[in-house]
Antibody, heavy 116, light 114 residues
């Protein structure tokens, strides 16, 4: 069974750093792109970008380029989304999903709250 | 980026009636040599991650009820629910995965029971 399991909710202060994770199982993790999707409170879905865990090839949406960093550790089938300096406007639910044409499997989401 | 525009923003339909959501892309998402439209539809219920319903514009994902169908080509697409059930209340999104740097989503259509 294909599963993507994300790390738990985070509460951070502005300016702090954060790295959240997405662990894949039940399929060949290195041969499918992993996408990250943001959903701000009460808003729609925003595609942030994708990473190919096989070689860590990464593509960022222009809206998120320079704001976040994707990485992956294929030895433990885990993808990561990282911020160096959080802002209040980063408060959102973040989903990882497997990109196979469409996004066919999704993680449960990680809620990130940034507040002073 | 390709801009995806859905209509309407919200929709109220009676149980058992047909529901139609439209999605228009600012550029064609048809890969002509493959004859495939790089367009997907998702359903999101409150408190849940989105669920893939349709990919390649018209292929139903495994396990999705056959009352859901997708149609269209090029820049204009439609998601149809042939007979609305109570469990179909959700927000529906289209997404193009034809062209990077952004595989953009539509803004979403909220479907409710009339």
């Amino acid at each position: 069974e294909v599963q993507l399991v994300q790390s738990g909710a985070e509460v951070k202060k502005p300016g702090e750093s954060l790295k959240i994770s997405c662990k894949g199982s039940g399929y060949s993790f290195t041969t499918y792109w992993i996408a990250w999707v943001r959903q701000m409170p009460g808003k729609g879905l925003e595609w942030m970008g994708i990473i190919y865990p096989g070689d860590s090839d990464t593509r960022y949406s222009p809206s998120f380029q320079g704001q976040v960093t994707f990485s992956a550790d294929k030895s433990i089938s885990t993808a990561y989304l990282q911020w160096n300096s959080l802002k209040a406007s980063d408060t959102a639910m973040y989903y990882c999903a497997r990109q196979d044409g469409g996004l066919d499997y999704w993680g449960q989401g990680t809620l990130v709250t940034v507040s002073s | 980026d390709i801009v995806m525009t859905q209509s309407p923003d919200s929709l109220a339909v009676s149980l058992g009636e047909r529901a139609t959501v439209n999605c228009k892309s600012s550029q064609s998402v048809l890969h002509s040599s493959q004859n495939k439209n790089y367009l997907a539809w998702y359903q999101q219920k409150p408190g849940q991650p989105p669920k893939l319903l349709i990919y390649w514009a018209s292929i139903r994902e495994s396990g999705v009820p056959d009352r859901f169908s997708g149609s269209g080509s090029g820049t204009d697409f439609t998601l149809t629910i042939s007979s609305l059930q109570a469990e179909d209340v959700a927000v529906y999104y289209c997404q193009q995965y034809y062209r990077l740097p952004g595989y953009t989503f539509g803004q979403g259509t909220k479907l409710e029971i009339k």
